[in-house]
T-cell receptor, first 113, second 115 residues
Framework: AQSVTQLGSHVSVSEGALVLLRCNYS??????LFWYVQYPNQGLQLLLK??????LVKGINGFEAEFKKSETSFHLTKPSAHMSDAAEYFC???????????FGGGTRLMVKP | ETGVTQTPRHLVMGMTNKKSLKCEQH?????MYWYKQSAKKPLELMFV???????ENNSVPSRFSPECPNSSHLFLHLHTLQPEDSALYLC??????????????FGSGTRLTVV
């Protein structure tokens, strides 16, 4: 079955530290991959997306993600965390252009001063 | 402004009330979605509309009744809700389900509290 998994429902980092949020998918076909961010009491905002062009995708707010087919992963990174990055992050996958998005369970990022 | 507007932002209703949530998009999208987001639970897809036709009903109780009069507007009519229906209700849109490689655009949500 096709699925998407976010490892770690909560991640805590210090301000200025590297942010790494993990996303793995299970699929027999190349997927379309997305990262969304949700601030408290807000909707989901698109951070970045991979649609079979460059494997390293740059998004907003200094985030980037790398598609690794061999590892079936699409981890989200940011070199230096800011307090304003504290939010919930969702990985989402579409397994072909005709399917709806499947969302992971989300990872709450906490940034310590 | 995300292009998808949801009203009201907050709603408190009694279990015997009837209320409606509204979603409006001006992006020229043809597919619209309702999601339920409860604390400590994954996003739950409730309904999908494509070109005003309902294409998905994810086993949602009948106390939730969607309406899509045109491709720009989506409603969720609520009646005789239960306290466990308290959640953030999110509306989203996409060009159409055949082009999900573009992703969804979400509204800011309606925070519903059932008392």
């Amino acid at each position: 079955a096709q699925s998407v998994t976010q490892l770690g429902s909560h991640v805590s980092v210090s301000e200025g530290a590297l942010v790494l949020l993990r996303c793995n998918y299970s699929s027999s076909v190349p997927p379309y991959l997305f990262w969304y961010v949700q601030y408290p009491n807000q909707g989901l905002q698109l951070l970045l997306k991979y649609t079979s062009a460059a494997t390293l995708v740059k998004g907003i707010n200094g985030f980037e993600a790398e598609f690794k087919k061999s590892e079936t992963s699409f981890h989200l990174t940011k070199p230096s965390a800011h307090m304003s990055d504290a939010a919930e992050y969702f990985c989402a996958v579409s397994f072909d252009a005709g399917n709806m998005l499947t969302f992971g369970g989300g990872t709450r990022l906490m940034v310590k001063p | 402004e995300t292009g998808v507007t949801q009203t009201p932002r907050h709603l408190v209703m009694g279990m015997t009330n009837k209320k409606s949530l509204k979603c409006e998009q001006h992006l020229g999208h043809n597919a619209m979605y309702w999601y339920k987001q409860s604390a400590k639970k994954p996003l739950e897809l409730m309904f999908v509309y494509n070109f005003k036709e309902q294409t998905e009903n994810n086993s949602v109780p009948s106390r939730f009744s969607p309406e899509c009069p045109n491709s720009s507007h989506l409603f969720l009519h609520l009646h005789t809700l239960q306290p466990e229906d308290s959640a953030l209700y999110l509306c989203a849109s996409s060009q159409d389900p055949q082009t999900t490689n573009y992703g969804y655009t979400f509204g800011s949500g309606t925070r519903l509290t059932v008392v």
